[in-house]
């Protein structure tokens, strides 16, 4: 049921990537800029995030849906959803998957967290013919981009708050054929839930600062490292196996 949020969450999971001034208007770039400075400089900076799929006929009617929490401070970040949990600090990427009883550990990553900005660059790189426009009331800035036919995106919207640099809203229309089994869409004598075209929301809501501290991000909330680079999970995880990701830790 919730393979098309899946499959976005995974493709867009490199934040705060460089929008790129050969593929986009300067406007446009700006505008990224903005809102990518905004979340690499805030400072114990938490909010909402939720995922919400239609078909695009029935905009109103979610399929699937998705929530998670966010705690952010500059290049440290937590990530909460549904049953999966990510830390990066400057020492490790920690991912809990609790359905699993598993821990991960890599390297530091890049923050990770399904977000528009990467998307935005990704298509910017690999398709051509695209129209981008920017509409702006009061403090609202909408980025809307379009796309030529026969491309798995066919419209991404993108609300931000200019005041504030922060995304209210992010809506991606799409083609759906490439993200499900055939006998999941509608079709004649196909009693799928899916239509030919979809309708990703992405909605950010309660902004807020300072209702966490930098503990939030340390990894011996999860494991200690022993001697010999072994590493043995805390006593609320001692259940679960540490799987190390990276050859280096």
């Known amino acids: 049921m919730r393979k098309i949020i899946l499959v976005m969450l995974i493709g867009c999971s490199l934040v705060y990537s460089s929008a790129r001034a050969a593929d986009t208007t300067s406007a446009v770039k700006q505008l990224m800029q903005r809102v990518q400075q905004a979340y690499k400089s805030a400072s114990f900076l938490s909010f909402h995030i939720a995922y919400r799929y239609a078909n695009k006929s029935q905009p109103d009617n979610y399929i699937d849906t998705m929530s998670g929490e966010v705690a952010m401070d500059k290049n440290r970040m ?10 990066t600090n400057d020492k490790y990427t920690i991912q809990v998957v609790k359905d699993q009883k598993l821990i991960y550990l890599s390297i530091p990553q890049s923050v990770q967290m399904a977000d528009p900005i990467a998307t935005l660059d990704t298509v910017l790189a690999h398709y051509k013919g695209i129209h981008t426009q920017i509409t ?8 809307e981009m379009s796309f030529p036919p026969g491309q798995t995106y066919k419209n991404i919207t993108m ?3 200019e005041a504030t640099g922060y995304f209210q809203k992010v809506v991606y229309e799409l083609n759906t054929e490439g993200f499900v089994e055939k006998d999941q869409l509608m ?9 030919t075209e979809g309708r990703i929301e992405m909605v950010f809501s309660d902004y807020r600062k300072g209702q966490f ?8 909330r999860y494991f200690t490292r022993l001697a010999q680079g072994k590493y043995e999970p805390v006593e609320k995880y001692k259940d679960y196996q540490i799987f190390l990701a990276s050859p280096k830790l």
């Open 78 to 87: 937590r990530f909460q959803i549904e049953d999966i949990e990510t830390v």
């Open 187 to 195: 079709q004649p004598g196909n009693g799928g839930l899916y239509q």
């Open 159 to 161: 609300v931000i708050n």
């Open 136 to 143: 702006r009331n009061n403090n609202i800035a909408t980025l």
């Open 213 to 220: 501290n930098e503990g939030l991000f340390s990894e011996d």
